[in-house]
């Protein structure tokens, strides 16, 4: 049997046939009555036609009560509309290509948006997961970012059974894992037993972490892999399950693998294994400088709970509330509790407990990636306004060019509702094509912004189904703006005046339609205008603010503990390497510090200042641990006394030993010690009465960027780097010339070919990694700006163009009188000028609602800084003036004898 589609046009042409055949024996039947009455044949045959109707009239009006006409039409409308692009292939192009680009900008940037930002957990009833958060003072040493609690106090809280459904806790990490084949860092998770049965996922091989494996310190050594690395990094191996792997040189054993699309509480770092809380000492320790899980003055885990089944977060909140008063009280008898002040120890009892919602689990990337995607999705959706309003406005032209045709088909009986049919037919098949064409393009407009982001590997540019489902949404939307502006042309359409000359009104009416369609752009285009130049000129002033200069300066890191190394040869080899990197030819120094700088975080202690009086630090300060050159290798001037030197640094194979000397930059200065000199005055690590100030300021240095470019003015203390913990660091190293990566790996292989260099590159590129935000958004809204001032270009020359054909009588008659052809040029361009003080206008108020969403992302500039948007507005000025003059001095330039002659 033929299927259904190949039935369908036999099917109709034979219904056609029936009715032909049936009206032509009804007309014939009616012409033999009349005949008999004594009419001749011919006017027998024209009486009966005449009151049937009309045999072509009856036709459409039997069409029209068919099962399924609509569909016919439908086709017949795209079919017609078709043939009409593809013989004006340049009007198809240009607004294919208009919202191709606009559905495709929109579409890429929500599908980010969409998996870094908006996107729940793939776990049971995420709604119902909330994190627990300690508000105020705890008296604790903090290791990592966000709202942290100790480890015991976790386990306190998974006791509290009433109250939630289950707690468990995790702390993020990095671990070497060693296998057979390789050795490599991945990011991983210290959990709680508690932490998959409360999140409700279930193992796709072997099991999960359970309660049975988070008991005893160090004596759990058990895994979970993620499903992906147990597929890219295992090759998907069927006996994974105990497989013994050794993570940071310790042997542990696979017992499950974890389901495809989990990769833990951190969507934006995906964890590769778990471990038990209890085995921290052994995965990555020196990571934190500490060894003991359960201390409770040692906040390092987030905290998370499942809420009961129908229960609110302000349901339990008064609960908790009351057990937490009472855990607080309890801790303050317990044994080491800290010897504190009876005002901090107030501002300890003082301390509350939060529930917030966790349903996208945590990040301390999403609050820095949230700003930034709202406001490139704010831009791509004024591009697909922008792009709907450029094919608004072609379309209009093209109904106006149409205008004769038009009529002359609602003269042949085409009613207003059909005339808008089909129009509405060729925009909705322009709409699909573009949109069709955006969604292809998405992918590839989502790649280039992942590009600017750190970890990009970690997500995908395909779209999914809810990307896909937007893309739809967008385009459908599209199709109704797009499709308006013509319906409304076609009510407005005058049968009479359309038959004549085309009367000055019907024009005119099209006309200021399409101005204000301009306008819109203009506006539209002068605010990615002036957005784009903000995020290039803050980009510039960060890299201004970098505090020397970043030019010769390459870094790397060792982590010879990672591999295997004791804690006393991991530091003769990292003095042996930054030996031997001295001595690379062109090297001008180098130095060792205990972190990256521009990586995002820090590490703070609180400070006892002893000076004219004793004062206690009023908030953790940040410090680094750096060795002597560090600020050569920076090239960061030492303004007052003295660097580092030989007098600071511990004897190699020595006991570590307290602090003994530190060095504050200029904010540290103005901060505590009101611009005087701190040199001789002594520090102490602590704000306890106990604390003893024995460590020397013996100097002070400019202020540079840390953390990221936006805190120099931060206060910050230095601290010698072999005193402490020195097995594991960043090396700083300034060179003459260009840099000589190659030489800085034979340097290290000199010590140990086995030893992996990590993150070598230049400090050049650590700025684009601290600025990846910044330049994606100047790099992206100038390239959505510079779309919009094309697409407005089109759009005006194209309006212009018709005003000058539709006014060209009008200037061969007053250039004819003596007007000169620089008037004539003035009637049109002062059109163009008037719309552009319109859409300015317009454009500086929703600039200035606009403030807040970008203010947070600029830097050294203000958000309506008056510089850019005059600059902005005279580019678009300039632009639209040149797409305005070109038609204008072209039909100035017409013989004043040839422009009467036009008809």
Not at 28 to 55: F, V, W
Not at 132 to 143: C, K, M, P, V, Y
Not at 708 to 730: C, H, K, M, T
Request: charged share 20%; net charge positive.
């Amino acid at each position: 049997m033929r299927p259904l589609a190949n039935l369908l046009p036999w099917f109709r042409r034979q219904k056609e046939e029936d009715l032909a055949r049936e009206l032509r024996d009804h007309v014939e039947r009616r012409a033999d009555d009349l005949r008999r009455s004594g009419l001749s044949s011919a006017e027998a045959h024209r009486q009966a036609t005449i009151e049937l109707g009309g045999l072509a009239q009856t036709q459409e009006i039997v069409r029209d009560a068919w099962a399924g006409r609509w569909a016919d039409t439908v086709i017949r409308d795209v079919r017609y509309a078709a043939r009409g692009l593809v013989r004006r292939p340049g009007f198809a192009i240009a607004t294919t290509l208009s919202l191709t680009l606009g559905v495709g900008a929109t579409t890429a940037i929500f599908s980010l948006t969409d998996q870094l930002i908006l996107r729940s957990l793939p776990v049971t009833e995420p709604d119902r997961v909330v994190q627990l958060a300690w508000i105020g003072n705890s008296l604790s040493a903090s290791w990592g970012g966000g709202h942290l609690m100790s480890y015991p106090l976790c386990r306190d809280l998974e006791e509290q059974k009433q109250l939630f459904d289950g707690v468990f806790c995790r702390a993020p990490t990095s671990v070497t894992v060693s296998t057979a084949q390789e050795r490599q860092s991945v990011r991983a998770e210290l959990v709680s037993g508690s932490y998959f049965d409360v999140l409700g996922v279930r193992p796709v091989r072997g099991r999960l972490l359970e309660s049975s494996d988070d008991l005893e310190v160090g004596a759990h050594p058990v895994v979970v892999v993620s499903h992906s690395y147990w597929q890219n990094q295992l090759a998907g191996a069927p006996d994974v399950v105990g497989r013994k792997v050794l993570i940071d040189n310790y042997p542990m054993i696979v017992i499950g693998v974890a389901p495809a699309g989990f990769v833990g509480m951190d969507p934006l770092a995906p964890a590769s294994l778990w471990l038990p809380a209890v085995m921290a000492p052994q995965a990555a320790p020196l990571e934190r400088g500490w060894n003991d899980v359960r201390d409770r003055r040692t906040a390092w885990m987030h905290t998370f709970a499942r809420l009961k089944p129908e229960a609110a977060a302000n349901d339990v909140k008064p609960a908790l509330q009351l057990w937490f008063e009472r855990m607080l009280e309890a801790d303050t008898q317990r044994e080491g509790f800290p010897s504190v002040t009876p005002e901090r120890r107030q501002a300890f009892l003082a301390s509350t407990i939060d529930v917030l919602p966790a349903a996208r689990g945590v990040s301390n990337l999403r609050p820095i990636l949230e700003r930034p995607l709202q406001v490139l999705m704010g831009g791509t959706l004024l591009l697909l306004l922008l792009a709907c309003l450029n094919v608004g406005g072609l379309l209009l032209a093209r109904g106006a060019a149409r205008a004769g045709e038009l009529a002359t088909r609602m003269a042949m009986g085409a009613s207003r509702r059909r005339l808008a049919s089909q129009l509405l037919g060729e925009s909705s098949l322009i709409t699909v094509a573009g949109g069709s064409l955006g969604i292809l393009i998405a992918p590839v407009l989502s790649g280039i912004v992942l590009s600017f982001l750190t970890y990009a590997d970690d997500f995908g540019a395909h779209l999914d189904r809810r990307a896909f489902l937007f893309a739809l949404l967008a385009t459908a939307v599209a199709a109704c703006l797009c499709g308006l502006a013509p319906m409304l042309q076609t009510r407005r359409a005058s049968l009479m005046s359309s038959l004549k000359e085309q009367s000055r009104s019907s024009t005119a009416g099209g006309v200021r339609l399409r101005k204000l369609l301009i306008v819109g752009q203009m506006t539209v285009t002068l605010l990615l205008l002036a957005g784009g130049g903000l995020f290039v000129q803050t980009l510039a002033s960060l890299h201004a603010n970098v505090g020397f200069d970043a030019r010769n300066l390459l870094m790397f890191s060792l982590a010879p503990s990672s591999a295997g190394y004791t804690e006393q040869h991991a530091e003769q080899t990292m003095r042996e390497v930054l030996r031997r990197v001295r001595e690379v030819p062109g090297v001008e120094a180098a130095a060792v510090a205990n972190t990256f700088t521009l990586s995002g975080g820090w590490s703070t202690r609180p400070l006892t200042i002893q000076s004219d009086r004793r004062q206690v630090v009023d908030r953790p300060v940040p410090y680094m641990r750096v060795t002597p050159q560090f600020f050569s290798a920076l090239g960061v001037p030492v303004l007052t006394g003295r660097d580092f030197d030989a007098r600071d640094v511990r004897l190699p194979g020595s006991e570590p030993r307290p602090w003994r000397s530190a060095i504050v930059n200029e904010s540290f200065v103005r901060r505590y010690f009101n611009g005087r000199s701190p040199v001789g005055s002594r520090l102490g690590v602590g704000d306890g009465p106990e604390t003893v100030t024995n460590i020397e300021i013996i100097g002070v240095v400019k202020d540079f960027s840390r953390r990221n470019l936006r805190d120099a003015d931060i206060e910050q203390v230095f601290f010698p780097y072999w005193d402490r913990d020195s097995d594991g660091g960043a090396f700083y190293v300034r060179t003459r010339g260009t840099s000589d990566f190659a030489a800085i790996r034979a340097a290290v292989a000199a010590v140990d070919p086995a030893l992996p260099v990590s993150s070598l590159r230049t400090y050049a590129d650590q700025i684009d990694r601290a600025t990846w935000t910044e330049r994606a958004l100047a790099v992206l809204v100038t390239g959505f700006a510079v779309i919009a001032l094309l697409l407005l270009v089109v759009g005006l020359y194209g309006l212009m163009s018709f005003v000058v054909t539709q006014r060209r009588r009008e200037i061969g008659l007053r250039l004819a009188l003596g007007s000169t052809r620089g008037a004539a040029v003035w009637l049109i361009v002062r059109d163009a000028l008037t719309m552009i003080e319109v859409g300015t206008a317009i454009a500086l108020p929703a600039a200035w609602a606009l403030r807040r969403l970008i203010a947070s992302q600029l830097f050294g500039v203000n958000a309506l800084d008056a510089a850019t948007i005059a600059v902005a507005t005279g580019a678009l000025a300039l632009m639209a003036l040149v797409a305005a003059t070109v038609p204008a001095w072209r039909a100035a330039s017409t013989k004043p004898m040839e422009a009467l002659r036009l008809e």
